[in-house]
């Protein structure tokens, strides 16, 4: 492998924003070098992309940073549907080995520094002999683990997720505390940096929680719902800040409508549905809905479809019934896309503002 700077980012656990933290450090990390490149050798939740199945983290990173090479190299084991079964029946870990080996070869090359990104916590992808701890140790590379906030917890989880790291012999070079809400934060950053370091851990960095990092947009509560769109397919980037389901008499919901909400409503209930198309008519920006899914294959009067159809916001339609598609929706995953101009701008400041880049740059 040729000499570069090089780094594993791994979670204590799902949903620690290790993506976030990536996106954000690529960003900051590609004014350092002009030449950086990015890799996930093991990924979960894909996309179709090019006619391949590719992480979406991939692609997001692709896409925000230029980093120009070959998808698949990127991404050379994608765990698809029966991956596991299929492994763990017919084997074939130097195949994998060998896989991500030659992909990271041709990535790596001519590059100063690679950032590569786990799947997970230390354990994940165990169960076919690649767990992030393993994956790290075959590319050399040292690790930054990405918790949550808290005191007792993230000190636990990382120590955790240290034993499988350092049982392959992989030095953790520090820890980013993610998602630490402002209230705590100053008494957070002050007691985890005493309590890693009573362990020997470096403390790199405290992200404070940001709830617009949160909120997904239409165009992701729409393949949540695996739905369709009936009107209004240039508004799906509107952004969901709020989920009122329109169960109640019209006199009540106007009072409960506030900015960048999304309707769920059965869609013979007409009377909801014009509540909300008055209602945004009237108050204008102060109301402006994020959009209105209509339940049960339903759709409202002939009428209040043209009504829909000059709405400013997107409709959709789910074949669920309001209970369904509600959980649905609550259960959506908010993963930063490319088209997030706002979250990707938010995440390089954040990493650039609360992580110690030159202790990161250093130690890798």
Do not use: W
Not at 7 to 19: C, E, L, N, Y
Not at 75 to 102: H, Q, S
Not at 255 to 282: K, Q
């Amino acid at each position: 492998m040729s000499f570069h700077k090089r780094v594993f980012v791994a979670a204590t656990r799902q949903d620690d924003g290790k993506s976030t933290v990536c996106l954000g450090l690529l960003q900051v990390l590609k004014k350092e070098y002009s030449r950086v490149g990015f890799m996930k050798p093991v990924g979960q939740h894909y996309v179709e992309q090019d006619g391949v199945k590719v992480d979406e983290d991939v692609v997001l990173m692709r896409e925000v940073c230029g980093v120009n090479n070959n998808l698949k190299d990127m991404n050379p084991i994608t765990v698809a549907k029966g991956f596991t079964e299929r492994y763990l029946v017919e084997g074939g870990l130097e195949k994998y080995i060998k896989m991500i080996e030659d992909s990271y070869e041709r990535i790596s090359r001519n590059k100063d520094l690679m950032l590569i990104e786990g799947t997970g916590h230390a354990g994940v992808g165990a169960v076919f002999d690649l767990c992030n701890a393993s994956v790290a140790k075959l590319l050399k590379c040292k690790v930054i683990l990405v918790s949550t906030g808290g005191i007792g917890k993230p000190i636990d989880e990382v120590i955790i997720n240290k034993a499988l790291f350092d049982q392959e012999k992989v030095e953790i070079i520090g820890v980013v505390l993610n998602k630490v809400i402002a209230e705590k934060y100053e008494k957070i950053k002050k007691i985890t940096k005493i309590g890693f370091e009573r362990k020997g851990i470096k403390l790199l960095g405290v992200i404070p929680f940001k709830q617009c990092l949160t909120y997904p947009t239409m165009e992701q509560i729409l393949e949540a719902i695996t739905g369709k769109v009936i009107y209004g397919g240039k508004f799906l980037q509107k952004k969901v800040l709020r989920v009122l389901v329109g169960a109640m008499e019209p006199y009540h919901a106007l009072s409960y409508f506030a900015p960048c909400s999304l309707i769920i409503v059965p869609g013979d209930r007409e009377d909801i549905i014009l509540a909300a198309i008055a209602g945004e008519r009237v108050m204008g920006k102060d109301y402006e809905i994020a959009g209105i899914i209509l339940t049960g294959n339903l759709l409202p009067h002939e009428g209040v479809m043209r009504l829909l159809k000059e709405s400013q916001f997107p409709i959709l339609i789910s074949e669920d019934d309001t209970y369904i598609t509600t959980k649905k929706v609550h259960e959506c995953r908010v993963k930063i896309r490319a088209k997030d101009e706002d979250k990707v701008k938010e995440a390089a400041r954040l990493m650039e503002t609360y992580l110690d880049i030159d202790e990161i740059v250093n130690s890798i």
